[in-house]
């Protein structure tokens, strides 16, 4: 595809805006989940992981748990699919609508996500790009500051996002103290909020300026393409 054809942007927002409910809705329930466990306590035989690599059987809790964060990570997968693709798109149109380079290069769409210290601020830079170059001159809205914030918060409380212990060490953890759990879950939570709120603003001023160059120096909209974004 030409880099200076516009791609239809309204179906990716609304795929990604649904992606990051039900992520949302699915780290809600693990917190629900989280305060089942603490609030059962630790069961006489203790927890899961014995130590040594010894794991005696878990209870209906226990496994209940494995399933409802299963599900969630599967779905947190599948919603980062969907906003990089909505991502991927916004700053497609912002070069062709800018006639200008992204700041960043096309690989850091996927790899700033996951490469240490990058991670930190080139995936806020990447939409703070596409919105200046969408909308030259206006501030860039306070949600996307926020939505990082809460992101960053999710990612690197050791319980959230980034967390390396497996299911039975989460589920320990609830049973020890499980606050550290819950801030974590309610960051991811309000970053899931935080980003839908994000998505429609910056969609919104996208599409107005689309439609703004879509039209000829008659002021006739170019009808072909505009009904191609009807239909997305």
Same mark, same amino acid.
């Given at each position: 595809?030409?880099?200076?054809?516009?791609?239809?942007?309204?179906?990716?927002?609304?795929?990604?805006?649904? @992606?990051?409910?039900?992520?949302?809705? @699915?780290?809600?329930?693990?917190?629900? &989940?989280? +305060?089942?466990?603490?609030?059962?306590?630790?069961?006489?035989?203790?927890?899961?992981?014995?130590?040594?690599?010894?794991?005696?059987?878990?209870?209906?809790?226990?496994?209940?748990?494995?399933?409802?964060?299963?599900?969630?990570?599967? !779905?947190?997968? #599948?919603?980062?699919?969907?906003?990089?693709? &909505?991502?991927?798109?916004?700053?497609?149109?912002?070069?062709?609508?800018?006639?200008?380079?992204?700041?960043?290069?096309?690989?850091?769409?996927?790899?700033?996500? !996951?490469?240490?210290?990058?991670?930190? &601020? !080139?995936?806020?830079?990447?939409?703070?790009?596409?919105?200046?170059?969408?909308?030259?001159?206006?501030?860039?809205?306070?949600?996307?500051?926020?939505?990082?914030?809460? &992101?960053?918060?999710?990612?690197?409380?050791?319980?959230?996002?980034?967390?390396?212990?497996?299911?039975?060490?989460? +589920?320990?953890?609830?049973?020890?103290?499980?606050?550290?759990? #819950?801030?974590?879950?309610?960051?991811?939570?309000?970053?899931?909020?935080?980003? +839908?709120?994000?998505?429609?603003?910056?969609?919104?001023?996208?599409?107005?300026? !689309?439609?703004?160059?879509?039209?000829?120096?008659?002021?006739?909209?170019?009808?072909?393409?505009?009904?191609?974004?009807?239909?997305?």
């Amino acid at each position: 595809m030409s880099e200076n054809a516009v791609r239809p942007l309204r179906g990716a927002a609304r795929i990604a805006v649904v @992606a990051l409910g039900l992520a949302g809705a @699915a780290w809600a329930l693990r917190a629900v &989940w989280h +305060i089942r466990l603490a609030v059962a306590g630790v069961p006489a035989s203790g927890p899961p992981d014995q130590g040594e690599g010894r794991h005696r059987p878990l209870n209906a809790l226990e496994n209940s748990y494995h399933l409802v964060s299963g599900v969630g990570y599967l !779905i947190t997968l #599948l919603c980062a699919a969907a906003f990089i693709g &909505w991502l991927w798109r916004l700053r497609d149109n912002a070069r062709a609508l800018s006639s200008e380079r992204p700041r960043y290069a096309g690989v850091w769409v996927y790899a700033s996500w !996951i490469v240490p210290v990058a991670n930190l &601020w !080139i995936p806020r830079g990447l939409v703070a790009d596409a919105f200046r170059k969408t909308a030259p001159g206006r501030k860039l809205p306070v949600v996307v500051n926020v939505w990082w914030v809460l &992101w960053l918060a999710g990612m690197f409380t050791g319980a959230g996002l980034e967390s390396v212990d497996d299911s039975d060490a989460v +589920i320990a953890r609830a049973y020890s103290g499980v606050t550290g759990l #819950l801030v974590a879950d309610l960051a991811v939570v309000a970053a899931a909020v935080a980003a +839908i709120l994000m998505i429609r603003a910056l969609t919104a001023v996208q599409l107005v300026r !689309i439609d703004d160059q879509l039209r000829t120096p008659s002021g006739d909209p170019l009808k072909e393409t505009v009904r191609a974004f009807d239909r997305d």
